[in-house]
């Protein structure tokens, strides 16, 4: 409880700058509220009590059926976006480049015809940096480091929230998978 007055507390102190330019702004977008503080947009997180920061540059958004080639470029011309590769399930990261106000951008391709969805990610932060030396270490043949993967998935990252808690869990989320590969689809690997 303590936590969270403290958490509430010091939201109230950081946003007074933002509340003396105008009252504090906040939005929903799918059923959750975001809140701006200093130009920047945030959620709260009920299990951690704590503001998380939102990517500013990026969304993941899924393109309605039937959703031609010609249509996405159209898209990505009229909402001045870049979309990236579009998985059998229609979803999609997009680029946003410089936005001014992301939730009006998100709430503006959520009202577009070809969007039935659009997803807020949070910024990640580095503050702590993973001190396993085989993570740098070279292979003997000259190839990539032996534990090339940790750098690849930056699992170091989860350094910032526990540094030798052994009753913290990790899950990989990864959403680098490709499911609809022949190679995958079967949820085996056949190479």
Do not use: C
């Amino acid at each position: 409880m303590k936590y969270l007055i403290f958490t509430v507390s010091l939201f109230l102190a950081s946003s007074q700058a933002t509340m003396s330019q105008g009252a504090l702004e906040s939005k929903v977008l799918n059923n959750q509220r975001f809140y701006q503080m200093g130009g920047s947009w945030y959620f709260f997180d009920k299990g951690s009590q704590g503001f998380i920061p939102l990517s500013d540059d990026v969304v993941s958004l899924r393109l309605g059926p039937n959703v031609t080639p010609d249509q996405v470029e159209n898209l990505e011309a009229s909402e001045d976006i870049q979309i990236g590769r579009i998985l059998e399930t229609s979803w999609a990261d997009a680029d946003l480049g410089q936005v001014v106000d992301l939730l009006e951008k998100a709430d503006s391709l959520q009202n577009h015809p070809l969007i039935d969805q659009v997803e807020l990610s949070s910024a990640p932060e580095l503050t702590l940096q993973a001190n396993d030396s085989l993570m740098q270490a070279s292979s003997p043949l000259g190839g990539p480091p032996p534990q090339w993967s940790i750098a690849k998935a930056q699992v170091d990252q989860a350094w910032n929230i526990t540094t030798g808690d052994t009753s913290a869990v990790i899950a990989i989320m990864d959403n680098g998978v490709d499911w609809w590969l022949p190679e995958t689809r079967n949820g085996r690997n056949t190479l």
